[in-house]
């Protein structure tokens, strides 16, 4: 841009009108017992709004939404919502001179950490004044700065320097108490939305395909541009043949159709499409060779193509086909819908080798091809995660876990599982969505069965994850509203 970022001018403009609404807050609600205050940061950088919750501000919102039909115990959903500051009752208008100051600003990571330092700076200074409490008054309240995707590395931080220990000891407990792992978000915020991610046969690059299609170089994880054309509907991403990147979807409102697109991943050129699966593709899914790709969608089929050639088409499911997956080996395709069945196929003849009586919205082989870990998205019971042993069709474990889960991978080495969970109570088609604490990753050590890291984006659903190559870090991605592509979580 050429220009410095004003920073004396945005603190002296969010200091002044942050202390108006927060004085006016606590007067219009005199009685009431304040527990958090917080300068929320808006997605892209658009505006900074002071914001505020009391316990008896909590208490009338949890009864709205039992009301409504959203919760069936006011005291439980009030503990849901303590930290869900979507929820909070107490809003300030947006200060306007700081988004005059931002205005024109790009949302790189750069700016994004230089606001939320200057918010801090300037809750620090309230605080110094009283505002929040003195003593045993202040030791009760809360003080955050919230952006739009916040990560629990950044919150719990930034909560730690503001708030006295007794304070921060108590929002803290609220969080799972595991290694949270450093991460690097990749590519700038507030752009897309991601559904998939691909990685090619040597590891060397990386795609991710949702409103718009991008190559990675995992070296230094430059991104290039494939497709960006309002491709909001694409679906799944895959390494094809040789030099070939093929993504699925459904028609969009930007008048792309459902099926397979392809792209000369050297020139970007592209190339033409696979025909079938009008009604969308759902999942794709490369051979260990490189030579087949399998394809499945709405439509109930599943297709296996030879670079532009159409190898083999069969109706495999009375359902949409959610995922489909070869094994390491390319012995076995694994393919699965939301409905009843998780089918097993010989990659030789194509004919069904076993049915498991499951469901899944996600599988993975592990690296041997002996284990098939299966995630439901949609479940109402708490086994939601199984692992499978191929060759037998037993069930090997059953895994507890409180959340649906849309995307499941094994670590290179077998021993660890890596998990993609979403709000407990996450409803994607109603009249509100509910925010019940983020979206989560974490990762399964399966030898010791225990749950040893976790990551927290603030996402709204985490729709893919995978392991790198060497087994160190996660690339997780998913819809953070106004967010990156991806974050790269290491997990060592």
Known sequence: MGQRLNVRRLQVAIKAEAARAFVTMKSAHSGERFYAFALSVSEGLLSIQPIANSVEGLRLIAEEYVRKGWGENVDEEALSLEWSDADWPYRGQHISEATAVLQGWEPTEATFQQVCKTCQRVLADLDSSGLF???????????????????????????????????????????????????????????????????????????????????????????????????????????????????????????????????????????????????????????????LLASAGCDEKVRIWSGDQLVKEWPAHDAPVRCVRFSPTASLLATSDRENAICLWDCRTWNLLARLPDWSDSVSFSPCG?????????????????????????????????RPVESVAFSPDGNRLAVGGNFPNFKRHGARRRNHGPARAEVLDLRSNEWTHVFCAGHEFVSALEFMPGGQEVVVTGRVFKGPPAYLWRVK
């Open 133 to 291: 409490g003195k003593d045993a008054e202040r030791d009760q309240v809360m003080v955050l700065v919230l952006p739009a995707d916040p990560i629990e590395n950044d919150v719990l931080r930034i909560a730690k320097a503001l708030n006295p220990p007794a304070a921060f000891a108590r929002f803290a407990s609220h969080f799972d108490n595991k290694t949270a792992g450093e991460f690097t978000r990749l590519g700038k915020r507030n752009v897309y939305e991601t559904n998939d991610i691909a990685f090619s046969r040597d590891g060397g690059l990386m795609a991710t395909c949702g409103r718009a299609v991008f190559v990675w170089s995992t070296k230094d994880w430059r991104m290039r541009v494939i497709a960006c054309d309002n491709c909001d509907t694409l679906q799944a991403v895959a390494f094809a043949e040789i030099g070939v990147l093929a993504a699925g979807g459904w028609r969009g409102s930007s008048g792309w159709e459902s099926g397979i697109h392809r792209w000369d991943v050297r020139t970007g050129h592209k190339l033409p499409s696979l025909p079938g699966h009008r009604e969308g593709v759902h999942s794709l899914s490369t051979s260990a060779d490189g030579q």
């Open 370 to 402: 002996n284990l098939l870990a299966t995630a439901r998205g949609h479940a109402r019971d708490a086994e939601i995660v199984h692992v499978w042993d191929v060759r037998s069709c037993e069930l090997v474990k059953s895994i507890m876990y409180e």
